[in-house]
């Protein structure tokens, strides 16, 4: 369509409108100034709340979108000014929680509904999955992304995305790429070698991109190997597009840098949140020739196509009103698939009746999901003492009454500044929990029927967590499962414990005091149900690990290589944390793990590491228990595509309904590059099973899935050999194998983003 302007009485020039087939049209008719308006955000047309936007042409007909968070639901503020209506989003399953279900149909569905409440609020993208690997368990945006497996976590991640795109609006795929520390985000350079970039760092990145066509990816803050990832063409043109074939577009993770121009070039779309500064870089650099205009005019026809596809463009009218009910029945329902059983001597689950001595801040405060821009604005959070009311158990009433009102003090304190947690980005701190002397445990074993003991962890954006305190349990924790265990087990009562916390702590020192140990994470806003559904059996669980819980910290192959470890743990408890994980007004002083971060471990991260070099661990990648056991039968496999179809048959032979998670692990044929024990491959999940009921699942991977870097040469290759198929219930508990023959393939490919000095990496075979 084109309309005619009139300006002072004169026809002026002719003004296209935009629509999907006049993109060029609209591009040649724009001006500089606004080429450049389009590539940087503005605050205008935003929701309430929404983290950003793209800004308004009306000349062109183009309008504004809307740019919001995620991942664990839609982030906008829950009430307006003179409004009475509220616009509370649903608390969903943190990343983590949906990579262990191991169930990409589930997932989607999650997102499916997730994705409408984006589409009914008004935004056109969710800034959302979080997907970086879980390189250290540290990192304090674990809880946001998924796994330390590649393939686990770009799966996942490409269902979250098919699930929310399905709605018509869209996902930015977050932190491209290496962003696996918080402290000094904004200037870290993470330093890694090619082959553990491809074959881990970029991998799930690469799994999502080609499966599930994301409309926009968020580059990171950090550097990789030297350059800011925002100005990287190696990394958003040489990888992203020319080798993965992405189509959509890149913004920046929400920071003004002063290199506005390289990131232009490089194939960066669109600055967020956007400044007038960056607006102007842009318009000079076109003026003065050090910004070619035809990399400006790409970028710009590129945000057309996205501004094309949006409800807001669309003029969808939304309603305000998504299905906030049926969305909290689905996370009740759902979350148990990614709660992981630790331990089970037998007293779970337990008859939804007696008195239950209930312990631990966090089980009167739950915790939800993480701070930072992962939090979301919730209608409520179904505290785990609410859960277990509501299921039927009486909670011993003077505990309770004691919890509350040590709740409520600490937070006061925490409110007039005087401690009280440390200090987040959005969203509550958890509370540090408070003694119980054990004259009163042991009164309390006397009068109850059994113990729940609820240990509470939380984490965000702008920080990472701490080996001392953190990771591992606080001395009050400690004395707190030693007290309780000798005293109800004195009076022959068992204790449960339930982990809500949001990345992995240590176990192996008190695993063997509890009788049952739940690991709930931070499933979303029905926490409380959530875990008294599985403590009472309503729901099985049919979590399984992500990632592996190691022994001890120092066990972690990159533990020498992250911030606050060894030594450095106890100098910096002051962190350099805050809103943008800066270094608090610092210079840069080339401090290892702060400024520049070596990722010395290369591809010997999680069980990769402790399968191959036979480190025992706390509890192993993949495991999870089940209050019914499954049988696998004897499997098939045959070559297919360069690599491999398979089916096994999975028997519930217990005695409750339950659903299992069937892991395909490969060890590659010897001789060529070094590999790990055995990688995964594929993965699949039964239906709810029935006592007695049989499921096949079938599983393939092809060549290119099983192949490996081979630096020198540039070149993913894939062996030719004896490749052992290995069906796993986790990385060590393997009840199945086959084997077939594979043939040698192999892909060149450029060399992007190589090290500016050569990375000393640890030798583990
Ligand atoms: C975070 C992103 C988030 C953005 C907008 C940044 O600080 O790193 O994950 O999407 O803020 O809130």
Not at 25 to 47: F, I
Not at 604 to 619: I, K, L, Q
Not at 697 to 719: G, I, M
Request: aromatic fraction near 8%; hydrophobic fraction near 35%.
């Amino acid at each position: 369509m084109t309309a005619t302007a009139v300006i002072c009485g004169a026809v002026a020039w002719a003004q296209p409108k935009l629509s999907a087939d006049n993109i060029d049209e609209v591009l040649k008719a724009m001006t500089l100034e606004e080429k450049a308006t389009l590539v940087v955000g503005g605050r205008g047309n935003s929701v309430p709340g929404a983290a950003g936007a793209t800004q308004a042409i009306p000349r062109l007909g183009i309008p504004g979108t809307v740019l919001a968070d995620g991942p664990a639901g839609l982030r906008i503020s829950p009430t307006r000014q003179g409004d009475s209506q509220t616009y509370y989003c649903t608390g969903f399953p943190v990343g983590t929680v949906l990579a262990c279900t191991w169930n990409t149909e589930l997932v989607e569905q999650l997102t499916t509904a997730m994705g409408q409440e984006v589409h009914e609020y008004g935004v056109d993208v969710l800034l959302a999955p979080g997907m970086n690997l879980h390189r250290n368990p540290l990192c304090g945006r674990n809880f946001e992304y998924f796994s330390e497996d590649p393939l686990l976590s770009g799966k996942i991640s490409a269902a979250y995305v098919k699930g929310i795109q399905k709605n018509d609006v869209g996902v930015s795929v977050k932190h491209f790429a290496g962003n696996d520390q918080e402290i000094n985000r904004s200037e870290n350079d993470a330093r890694i070698g090619q082959r553990a970039l491809r074959e881990l760092y970029l991998k799930n990145f690469e799994i999502t991109i080609r499966e599930a066509k994301p409309w926009t990816i968020m580059s990171s803050y950090n550097k990789i190997n030297g350059t800011y990832t925002q100005q990287s063409h190696d990394l958003l043109t040489g990888f992203l597009r020319d080798e993965w074939g992405y189509q959509g577009i890149v913004m920046t993770d929400w920071g003004n840098k002063a290199g506005t121009v390289n990131a232009v070039h490089a194939g960066n779309d669109l600055m967020e949140p956007g400044a007038a500064s960056e607006t102007q870089r842009i318009v000079e650099a076109v003026n003065n020739g050090t910004l070619d205009v035809a990399d400006l005019d790409r970028n710009v026809r590129r945000m057309l196509e996205y501004i094309v596809k949006t409800p807001n463009f669309k003029g969808y009218k939304y309603s305000n009103k998504p299905d906030l009910d049926g969305h909290a029945r689905m996370v009740r329902e759902s979350a148990p698939e990614g709660m992981v059983l630790l331990k089970n001597n037998g007293n779970l689950p337990m008859e939804a009746k007696g008195n239950i001595a209930l312990f631990g801040l966090s089980a009167y405060k739950s915790i939800a999901g993480g701070t930072g821009s992962g939090n979301v604005n919730k209608p409520y959070i179904r505290n785990i003492s609410e859960g277990l009311e509501g299921a039927g158990f009486t909670l011993d009433s003077r505990l309770a009454d004691f919890y509350a009102k040590h709740r409520d003090y600490v937070a006061s304190q925490s409110a007039l500044g005087m401690g009280g947690g440390r200090n987040v980005m959005l969203g509550e701190a958890v509370l540090p929990e408070v003694a119980i002397n054990q004259a009163a445990i042991q009164s309390c074993a006397q009068r109850n029927d059994a113990a729940v003991i609820v240990i509470g962890r939380n984490a965000g954006e702008g920080d990472d967590r701490r080996m001392v305190d953190d990771f591992e349990l606080t001395d009050i924790e400690r004395s707190l499962i030693r007290d309780v265990c000798n005293e109800f087990h004195k009076a022959g009562k068992k204790v449960t414990v339930v982990m809500n916390i949001g990345g992995v702590i240590e176990t192996a020192s008190w695993k063997s005091q509890p009788d049952a140990i739940l690991l709930a994470w931070t499933p979303g806003q029905e926490v409380g149900n959530s875990v008294a559904d599985i403590l009472t059996g309503k729901s099985n669980p049919s979590g399984k690990l992500s990632m592996t819980f190691p022994l001890s910290y120092l066990d972690i192959p990159s533990s020498q290589n992250f911030p606050y470890t060894g030594q450095q743990a106890r100098q910096q408890q002051g962190g350099f944390g805050g809103f943008g994980g800066g270094r608090g007004g610092q210079q840069n002083a080339g401090t290892r793990n702060i400024d520049y971060t070596t990722y010395a471990e290369g591809i010997w991260v999680g069980y990769r590491y402790f399968n191959t070099a036979g480190v025992e661990v706390s509890y192993p990648f993949g495991y999870g228990l089940s209050y019914t056991t499954f049988e696998y039968s004897k499997p098939t496999v045959k070559a297919k595509d360069g690599g491999f179809e398979a089916t096994i048959t999975v028997k519930n032979t217990g005695k409750v309904a339950g659903k299992e998670a069937v892991e395909i692990y490969v060890s590659a044929p010897g001789g060529g590059l070094v590999k790990p024990e055995s990688e995964l491959k594929a993965f699949g999940k039964t239906r709810l099973l029935q006592p007695g009921e049989s499921q096949t699942l079938t599983f393939k991977a092809d060549a290119y899935t099983l192949a490996s870097f081979n630096e020198e040469a540039s070149e993913w290759q894939t062996a030719a050999g004896k490749y052992t198929v290995k069906f796993g219930a986790s990385a060590t508990d393997i009840r199945a194998t086959a084997t077939f023959s594979g043939k040698a393939k192999s892909w060149k490919v450029e060399k992007l983003l190589l090290p500016q000095q050569p990375i000393q990496e640890i030798a583990v075979r």
